[in-house]
């Protein structure tokens, strides 16, 4: 209850207080990318549960002849680019935090075709709400290998505490600030998980 209170209470002031923000961001997506500004995607919440993430739009719709969508580096902008260094992307999901899909801090939610590929193991990341920082994130974020970030999203998941996500909340903001761990190497964002194998 004190982890749904803090939530709450610090995800209602951040959409007033960086509402310009948003607001702005919104403008250059709408401008530049065209709409729709939003990007929405069913991701895994709590025990696997499908819900709605929804984040700022960062790449182009671009498709090849036969209708599939291009890689991301062909499709990412430097705009978009800009929003995903400053996490301005990630704005959103303060919205997903206000519904209950979401925690401020949690394992980052991944794609739902990555579900059955877990070990048993990995699968306790999904024992807590996901997040929209956590401490896979303020260790390395797309830096890390997936095995190194799920091991520290089970830790979390063992480990967690008010204190633990008060410390995780300010190392983000020099994380953010800093610009570290945005990518994988040799991608725009991070390669797929395609199991343990």
Do not use: C
């Amino acid at each position: 209850m004190a982890k749904r209170l803090l939530d709450l209470s610090v995800a209602m002031f951040l959409l007033v207080a960086l509402s310009p923000v948003i607001a702005i961001a919104a403008v250059l997506i709408a401008l530049r990318l065209g709409r729709p500004v939003f990007f929405r995607q069913h991701r895994p919440g709590l025990h696997g549960r499908p819900y709605e993430i929804v984040k700022f739009r960062t790449m182009r719709d671009s498709f090849d002849s036969q209708g599939r969508p291009l890689p991301d580096e062909a499709r990412m902008t430097r705009l978009g680019t800009w929003l995903r260094a400053t996490s301005i992307d990630e704005l959103p999901e303060l919205w997903n935090v206000v519904r209950g899909d979401m925690s401020l801090v949690g394992p980052r939610p991944l794609m739902m075709e990555y579900l059955p590929r877990y070990s048993a193991e990995q699968q306790r990341r999904h024992d807590v709400l996901p997040g929209i920082t956590g401490w896979a994130q303020v260790h390395g974020r797309n830096s890390l290998s997936w095995q190194e970030k799920f091991e520290l999203d089970v830790w979390y998941v063992d480990h967690r505490t008010a204190w633990l996500d008060l410390r995780i909340l300010m190392l983000t903001v020099k994380k953010v600030f800093y610009q570290d761990g945005i990518s994988a190497e040799g991608h725009v964002t991070v390669d797929d998980f395609y199991g343990n194998d």
